[in-house]
């Protein structure tokens, strides 16, 4: 089956860097995603990762071991802003096609 | 242009009912999906659609439940005889394709808040 675990909460402070992991279970996988959701809206995508190591964008970065069943998010110079859900989500590809399989989440809490 | 639309935004129904989720995806999008999302839980994949076609309706909790999509554009989500365990948010998102590059990028629409009394 398909499992996916990330801490439920998280704080940080502002300016700070914070980072929220992702270990997950599949048998056929096909690239791991993070989304990002503020309380009451939907989920926005931040990043995708299919080859393992590290993909930058700004101030977010996305780490993926396929090995280790494994992915990080990496959050730089944190903004108030910044609070909110983050979903560690995994595609898989099986005899029913494909799947995209969300954690639960983690809430990010950024304090000043 | 426009962004993924659902509808309605709110229903709020009595048990035993039927409802009807309205789902409009971003023009030239292929691929569009259903979730479902209890109060401070993650998203629950229900079922896909390539074009007007659903391979796998595993996702779907129960037989209640049935999804169809026309003309590759508009899909509806149906509950039937509702549950309150069925209240949640209904997400629908879609990608311009199922695979390759243009599958990355899942856009949600805003949800359908579903009350069931």
């Known amino acids: 089956g398909q499992n996916i675990d990330q801490p439920t909460e998280m704080t940080a402070t502002e300016g700070a860097i914070v980072q929220i992991n992702c270990t997950y279970q599949t048998s056929g996988f096909n690239g791991l995603f993070w989304y990002q959701q503020h309380a009451g809206e939907a989920p926005t995508f931040l990043s995708y990762?299919?080859?393992?190591g590290l993909e930058e964008k700004g101030r977010f970065s996305s780490f993926l071991s396929r090995s280790k069943g494994y992915s990080y998010l990496l959050l730089k110079e944190l903004q108030m802003k910044d609070s909110a859900s983050y979903l560690c989500?995994?595609?898989?590809?099986?005899?029913?096609?494909?799947?995209?399989?969300f954690g639960a989440g983690t809430r990010l809490f950024v304090k000043a | 242009g426009a962004g993924v639309s659902q509808s309605p935004s709110n229903k709020v129904t009595e048990k035993g009912k039927d409802v009807e989720l309205r789902c409009d995806p971003i023009?030239?999008?292929?691929?569009l999906y259903w979730y479902r999302q209890s109060l401070g839980q993650g998203l629950e994949f229900l079922i896909y659609?390539?074009?007007?076609?659903?391979?796998?309706k595993s996702g779907l909790p129960s037989d209640r439940f049935s999804a169809e999509r026309t003309g590759g554009s508009v899909s509806t989500l149906t509950i039937q005889r509702t549950q309150q365990e069925d209240s949640a948010v209904y997400l629908c998102?879609?990608?311009?394709?199922?695979?390759?590059?243009?599958?990355?990028?899942?856009?949600f629409g805003p949800g359908t808040r579903l009350t069931v009394t």
């Open positions: 989500a995994v595609r898989d590809v099986g005899t029913g096609g494909f799947k995209t399989i």
């Open positions: 990762n299919v080859l393992d």
């Open positions: 998102a879609s990608s311009l394709d199922l695979a390759g590059a243009g599958s990355y990028e899942q856009y």
């Open positions: 659609f390539q074009g007007n076609s659903a391979p796998d």
């Open positions: 023009s030239g999008h292929t691929a």
